[in-house]
């Protein structure tokens, strides 16, 4: 079918929906075009229900387009745009986040050795509280031994464990864990801190040549 017989078949279809109209007495008001599932065209003054949910076109008189409405959306498509404006209202709050950090750097330092004597201070603090930390482990540690011997020889006696016995062992374990793990935290703070500290310096460099 060429292109001239589809355009003289539109036009005959919408010359008959007018004409009908016409006939009916009614008054002008508007044509719809759409496509149906299976791919036909139809044209009405009226539109259907199945419709409403398909792309259509609104027609003058003439035969021509003066408004188009777009086909309702899919829940998939109504998921997706979603996600898109979740993803792009996120990236906006992680350069706002970043354009504070950036006012917050300049407006604390204005020189690199000032961050390094914060960065000193800092990491002191922690050091300071890593060497008190592994002294009083060693303490736990022993403690927990002389304990720990104690139990195990009235054990191996057949003997009851004394409950004030058994009751400072269990606190004195449970001190070592509370320790190491405090130890730990510590350590991975340090870590942090000394990344953390590199990466403003990065920045800080980076914001002055700009």
């Not at 007495?25 to 149906?36: E, K, T």
């Not at 209202?89 to 300049?106: F, H, I, N, T």
């Amino acid at each position: 079918m060429n292109v001239r017989r589809v355009r003289v078949m539109r036009h005959t279809a919408i010359a008959l929906v007018i004409a009908g109209t016409l006939v009916s007495g009614n008054a002008w008001s508007a044509l719809y075009r759409w496509v149906d599932e299976d791919g036909t065209v139809h044209y009405s003054d009226k539109l259907p229900p199945e419709a409403i949910q398909r792309e259509r076109e609104v027609l003058d008189d003439q035969g021509r387009r003066v408004n188009m409405y777009p086909a309702a959306k899919t829940p998939a498509q109504k998921a997706e745009e979603a996600r898109q404006r979740e993803a792009a209202a996120a990236k906006q709050a992680r350069l706002e986040e970043e354009k504070r950090k950036d006012r917050v750097l300049l407006q604390t330092f204005t020189t690199v050795e000032e961050i390094e004597m914060a960065r000193d201070d800092r990491l002191a603090q922690i050091e300071a509280q890593i060497a008190i930390t592994e002294g009083k482990l060693e303490r736990l540690r022993r403690e927990q031994n002389q304990l720990k011997q104690r139990v195990e020889v009235i054990e191996k006696q057949g003997n009851p464990v004394p409950p004030q016995l058994q009751e400072n062992y269990d606190t004195a374990r449970q001190s070592l864990l509370d320790n190491e793990k405090f130890l730990q935290e510590r350590r991975a703070e340090h870590t942090e801190l000394a990344e953390k500290f590199a990466a403003d310096i990065e920045r800080f460099l980076e914001l002055k040549a700009e």
